[in-house]
């Protein structure tokens, strides 16, 4: 027979590091609250939080509504007992239970208050995983620092970005696609329609976003459906407004590989491919959000350098260590030589004079990789909405490390060992013991819970005023014409300013361009 702790442990793999909050600690006074849909009621912690898990947002996307945008809720009787986190979307995923109907948000909020900050985080995983679910990103301790904490599921994969010339023709918008961002869109019209009743403001809405829901958060900012929905926004770690990569599909690229996902899935019509199983679709190769017209109708790029975008305070970063792309892969001096001049052509050689492929190659060529990738997607962010709108930015660079248990202690310069992407997401949202939610992975140090309370009070700042400046740490204002960033844990400091990485080269950091592979 299992022990209690085994049990617990396969429920929390089941169910996710927040199945525990199953159980009801306290019933909330207040509760039931009426809701978009009906009435429902949630969970009041010891410290005081509110929390109200697998809270539905939109009707499940399954059936006829998969590969359509989020319907409105379907309503229910009585009073929903939200405390239950909800699945993941459906994805591989080896640690949750996962769901087509997945539609559902979880929500923490202080005690007490009125016209409380929200913030709306959205998360990352490349927009192929993810949850609203996992323990390094649970609002509890950001709430109990007098904030509204939403996280809403959003459809990934081919669930949520399958574009296809046959979904345009059913789109009143001649739009398909890009579903998962419509369900982002519909969380933060959800909080417009019910987060008063929580004690939030709907008119001080933030939306934090880490990797691609960093690249999602930039993409809110261009997008003109979601004009007015929030006032700020955080980017940790990545953005939609850069050449590299193309985060960003052609809405051909997308039709395309929508089609191919229909060849191979031997589908003769979008209605028989919504009766196929999920995990047929999930085995099928799936792409990024695409340039569809209707959400996003032009590259975001060029909507922030036209000032089109929402007028948003923006705080955005990324780490020091990390950055993608061939030149993180190299192998040697010669093969960083060679793949930065196949990658760049003629300006190869002038990368490589300011990143040398000397005896200091493999630092130099991961300092290249982050400048060109993150360095700039993260400039531009600041850079578009200093220049052309009226709110500020500010930037920032972190350096958090990560502390191990003897047996998993990374080897010195490995991914781990560094301040790798990501690295510092759970310090800002003052969740760095989820790392230790089902076992011990991490070793924190009172230097790291003073980093954690600090980061995180920056942000909680940045949403309560538009400034993530905290007593005694002022955060510099961006200036493309003397570019200051907030520097977390950089050379033993706890946080202060810095100039902008690479800042010398930035004219021609901008300027590349990866060329053309030769079909040969």
């Given at each position: 027979m299992r022990s209690p702790q085994k049990l617990a442990f396969a429920l929390a793999l089941l169910l996710g590091p927040c199945a525990m909050a199953q159980v009801r600690d306290r019933a909330i006074p207040a509760d039931p609250i009426t809701i978009t849909g009906g009435r429902i009621a949630g969970n009041l912690a010891a410290n005081g939080v509110r929390s109200y898990m697998g809270v539905p947002f939109a009707a499940p996307p399954v059936g006829d509504l998969r590969w359509k945008p989020p319907q409105p809720v379907t309503p229910w009787q009585g009073v929903r007992e939200a405390l239950t986190p909800p699945p993941a979307c459906y994805q591989d995923s080896a640690n949750e239970a996962i769901s087509e109907d997945c539609l559902y948000l979880n929500l923490w909020a202080p005690a007490h208050g009125t016209r409380l900050p929200v913030v709306v985080?959205?998360?990352?995983?490349?927009?192929?995983?993810?949850?609203?679910?996992?323990?390094?990103?649970?609002?509890?301790?950001?709430?109990?620092?007098?904030?509204?904490?939403?996280?809403?599921?959003?459809?990934?994969?081919?669930?949520?970005?399958?574009?296809?010339?046959?979904?345009d023709k059913e789109s009143p918008h001649n739009a398909s696609g890009d579903y998962g961002l419509l369900d982002q869109l519909e969380v933060l019209k959800w909080v417009q329609a019910n987060i008063a009743r929580f004690g939030g403001d709907p008119a001080n809405v933030t939306v934090v976003g880490h990797s691609a829901g960093s690249v999602s958060a930039s993409a809110l900012q261009a997008s003109p459906l979601a004009r007015g929905l929030f006032q700020k926004v955080m980017g940790i770690s990545a953005s939609s407004l850069t050449w590299e990569a193309g985060v960003f599909r052609s809405r051909e690229k997308a039709e395309s590989d929508g089609l191919a996902v229909q060849a191979a899935l031997g589908g003769k019509s979008i209605a028989e491919m919504r009766r196929l199983t999920p995990d047929k679709i999930l085995a099928q190769r799936s792409g990024p959000p695409s340039i569809d017209g209707w959400f996003m109708p032009r590259d975001p790029k060029d909507i922030f350098a036209a000032g089109e975008q929402s007028d948003a305070a923006a705080f955005v970063g990324f780490t020091r260590d990390e950055g993608y792309g061939a030149l993180t892969e190299v192998k040697s001096a010669q093969d960083y030589e060679m793949t930065a001049k196949r990658m760049y052509g003629a300006d190869g050689a002038k990368l490589l004079a300011l990143y040398p492929a000397d005896a200091n190659w493999k630092h130099n060529a991961q300092l290249a990789a982050r400048d060109i990738t993150l360095g700039t997607a993260m400039r531009r962010w600041a850079m578009g909405q200093s220049v052309s709108g009226r709110?500020?930015?500010?930037?920032?660079?972190?350096?958090?490390?990560?502390?191990?248990?003897?047996?998993?202690?990374?080897?010195?310069?490995?991914?781990?060992?560094?301040?790798?992407?990501?690295?510092?997401?759970?310090?800002?949202?003052?969740?760095?013991?989820?790392?230790?939610?089902?076992?011990?992975?991490?070793?924190?140090?009172?230097?790291?819970?003073?980093?954690?309370?600090?980061?995180?009070?920056?942000?909680?700042?940045?949403?309560?005023?538009?400034?993530?400046?905290?007593?005694?740490?002022?955060?510099?204002?961006?200036?493309?014409?003397?570019?200051?960033?907030?520097?977390?844990?950089?050379?033993?400091?706890?946080?202060?300013?810095?100039?902008?990485?690479?800042?010398?080269?930035?004219?021609?950091?901008?300027?590349?361009?990866?060329?053309?592979?030769?079909?040969?």
């Open positions: 985080y959205v998360y990352g995983g490349g927009f192929a995983h993810g949850s609203a679910s996992s323990a390094l990103s649970a609002g509890a301790n950001l709430a109990a620092k007098g904030v509204i904490v939403v996280e809403g599921n959003y459809r990934v994969g081919n669930f949520g970005f399958m574009a296809h010339p046959d979904l709110k500020p930015a500010y930037v920032y660079l972190s350096a958090t490390i990560h502390h191990y248990p003897p047996e998993l202690t990374p080897q010195p310069g490995t991914h781990n060992a560094v301040a790798y992407h990501g690295s510092d997401m759970p310090f800002w949202l003052d969740d760095i013991d989820g790392f230790n939610a089902l076992r011990t992975t991490r070793v924190w140090s009172p230097w790291d819970r003073t980093l954690t309370a600090k980061m995180s009070d920056m942000l909680v700042a940045f949403a309560k005023t538009g400034n993530p400046g905290i007593p005694g740490i002022a955060v510099p204002r961006y200036d493309p014409a003397n570019e200051q960033v907030i520097a977390i844990g950089v050379d033993g400091q706890i946080i202060a300013p810095m100039p902008f990485p690479a800042r010398e080269n930035v004219a021609f950091l901008h300027g590349l361009k990866i060329q053309p592979r030769d079909p040969r």
